[in-house]
């Protein structure tokens, strides 16, 4: 009886010294410009506490985790032939705790939506070299469907800058190449902000913030429109959350991924 006394002294008394910790701060502060805040304001909304990762790479305790190395249920592939039209059970391989593209059953596309984002995607591409340029392991990262991130081996490998890894494809160059050998694990670890519209009016460009295992290769860049080969496009209106693709580009051989995880940001 005593030590349940003791315990529940303690809970409140850990309780009050935190609740103490955020009331902590200063009203007789400036407002802070363009915000509602005095600096150090005791009454600001304080951040919810998220459980990191184990190991960096892991997905924190907030996160969407569309890939974990088990299955594909977070996924589906839009029909083909008889089944045109309909959405269909992701058929790519999974195996040894990542998916393989398998080519021709097309893009993989995620069943949630998502808009502005923090999201982690680890790669692989096929160990010994065939192809050249695009034709050499070529997949890509598509945040709504429409913006791609090219995938490809470019470890001394060229290809024209804007459709290298870590390239916003067709617009915008990696800052650096940091490839890995075919055959190691890479990783993209992407901060996007959608366009926003106004009617069918484009009022503020996507912009993307790009690390290529752990090296920042776009910084914060406004994206010119919707991905495509060979020519500018401009912004379509589309929803504010639409879902996530991975490319079947099926002129090289297979990419492999693993570990995927998205979090939701707020404006
Ligand atoms: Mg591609």
Redesign the pocket.
């Known amino acids: 009886m005593r030590i349940r006394i003791i315990q529940a002294f303690l809970l409140v008394a850990t309780g009050l010294v935190a609740q103490q910790t955020h009331r902590d701060g200063y009203k007789d502060t400036p407002i802070l410009p363009n915000q509602q805040w005095h600096v150090h304001d005791p009454d600001r909304p304080y951040p919810p506490d998220v459980t990191p990762g184990a190991t960096p790479g892991e997905p924190p305790g907030d996160a969407i985790v569309l890939f974990d190395g088990k299955d594909l249920s977070q996924w589906t592939q839009r029909g083909r032939g008889v089944d045109r039209g309909k959405m269909l059970d992701a058929k790519w391989k999974v195996t040894g705790g990542y998916m393989e593209i398998v080519h021709g059953t097309g893009d993989l596309i995620s069943r949630q939506k998502f808009g502005n984002c923090q999201l982690h995607v680890e790669w692989q591409e096929p160990e010994g070299i065939q192809g050249e340029s695009q034709e050499r392991g ?3 990262v598509y945040i709504m469907s429409r913006y ?1 991130i ?3 081996d470019n470890y001394h490998s060229a290809t024209y800058a804007d459709g290298m890894a870590g390239a916003i ?1 067709g617009q915008w160059p990696p800052l650096v190449n940091p490839s890995r050998k075919p055959g190691e694990w890479q990783t993209y670890d992407v901060v996007f902000e959608g366009p926003k519209f106004d009617g069918d009016k484009v009022v503020s460009p996507a912009y993307e913030t790009l690390f290529f295992n752990g090296v920042l290769v776009q910084n914060h860049r406004a994206l010119n429109g919707p991905t495509e080969y060979k020519v500018v496009l401009p912004y379509k209106r589309h929803d504010p959350e639409e879902p996530l693709m991975l ?1 079947d ?1 099926s002129s090289s051989r297979p990419v492999k991924y693993r570990n995927i995880w998205i979090r939701k940001l707020a404006e």
């Open positions: 070529n997949s890509g791609e090219q995938v490809l494809y490319q580009h």
